[in-house]
């Protein structure tokens, strides 16, 4: 600080004017005229100059001149061009007030314009980690969905394979039983036809029996005896019967369980293949929704871990930064309320600036200084010539 004060009066003490006593050359300096009387020009002067710059000093001298514009006007002139010195010595450690005023102004608005920009990165990212939990939700409903849709496929396969495992044994069984049945009655059929071939032989046997029994009657009853087969049990049957089977028949049933058995075998093969084909779908089904299911997995892990390092790092981060800049800025939102708009406040209260800035008072004392050189050249001039 004692270095811009230094800065500040090295400045002024170039830009600031001469005093009358270092015999100042002013060039706007009005020219005395012998036999002219000049007091109307100093008074103009005086007064142009006070009203170009508002200042109270040239106006109050030029009332002066008017009144008495020799002797004690000269005096007065030395006694306000030394005042203005003295003042523009007295002000001169105020050179740091606008500079510093401004920097401080600058920081109070970095640090407004840096919580701004931090609270709209931290309503960004709120943003963003709602939408990220939205898509978690939804990622995760599609999981669920995708593991039940696999569950219900695999126990519908399982269901399918439990049908068309007992349709197959089924089909297969009945298959057998036909060739089985078929293959007995096969044999049957050829062993009646040996049976039937016998059966005629022994049909001829009974008759010659049942012409011999009728001859022995008729022989008893002529010679008035018994009849010798009277008391023989009774065969059953009074007259001749044959036995035998239809080959025919016999055939036509085997051709229909053969038909029976090409039912069932198709039955099983179509069983089987079915069942296989069930299997294949299962399988490539099981084998897409894993892979959609880890795909989704895999998102859903990425956006967690983006809306986690967003909860746990960035915000964090970002909350801390607005933290430690509302403390730099101070203020009532402040914690410690020390920060830059307490010392842009320190810096009014210190410096008690004016309407105009350090630069447009020294710009303005200079003129003063300049005009009643000016005057007082002029006044002098005129005394001397009288």
Not at 31 to 49: E, F, I, R
Not at 299 to 325: G, M, P, Y
Not at 331 to 343: D, F, I, K, L
Request: net charge negative.
């Amino acid at each position: 600080m004692e270095l811009l004060e230094q800065e500040a009066e090295e400045t002024e003490a170039a830009a600031a004017p001469v005093g009358f006593l270092q015999k100042r050359q002013v060039k706007d300096v009005i020219k005395h005229t012998p036999g002219y009387d000049n007091t109307p020009d100093v008074l103009s002067l005086l007064k142009t100059q006070g009203q170009q710059w508002g200042s109270a000093v040239l106006l109050d001298m030029a009332a002066h001149v008017a009144g008495d514009p020799l002797g004690k006007v000269k005096t007065l002139i030395e006694g306000k061009i030394t005042k203005l010195l003295e003042k523009a010595d007295a002000e001169a450690h105020l050179a740091y007030c606008d500079k510093d005023i401004k920097e401080e102004t600058d920081k109070r608005d970095k640090h407004i314009a840096t919580i701004a920009d931090l609270n709209s990165d931290l309503a960004s990212n709120t943003a963003l980690r709602n939408k990220l939990t939205d898509q978690m939700g939804k990622l995760d409903t599609a999981i669920a969905d995708l593991t039940a849709a696999a569950t219900k496929s695999q126990t519908n396969r399982d269901n399918t394979k439990t049908e068309l495992d007992a349709a197959e044994l089924t089909a297969k069984t009945g298959a057998e039983l036909m060739a089985s049945t078929m293959t007995t009655l096969d044999q049957f059929f050829k062993t009646a036809a040996i049976s039937e071939t016998s059966a005629q032989t022994n049909a001829n046997a009974t008759r010659t029996g049942f012409e011999d029994k009728a001859k022995a009657a008729a022989t008893a009853a002529k010679a008035g005896k018994a009849d010798p087969f009277a008391d023989a049990p009774d065969a059953g049957f009074e007259s001749e019967d044959t036995y035998g089977s239809d080959s025919a028949g016999g055939d036509s049933i085997i051709a229909m369980m053969d038909v029976m058995k090409g039912d069932f075998r198709r039955t099983e093969i179509k069983s089987k293949k079915d069942n296989k084909e069930s299997d294949e779908d299962n399988k490539k089904f099981q084998t897409d929704t894993e892979m959609d299911r880890r795909e989704n997995l895999m998102v859903l892990q990425s956006k967690t871990s983006h809306r986690n390092e967003i909860d746990q790092v960035t915000n964090v981060d970002l909350t801390n930064q607005r933290t430690s800049e509302i403390e730099l800025l101070g203020g009532p939102t402040s914690t410690r309320q020390a920060g830059s708009v307490e010392a842009l406040a320190a810096l009014m209260v210190k410096c008690k600036p004016p309407t105009m800035t350090y630069a447009q008072r020294v710009a303005k004392r200079e003129a003063e200084v300049a005009s009643l050189n000016s005057a007082w050249d002029m006044l002098d001039k005129r005394k001397q010539m009288e």
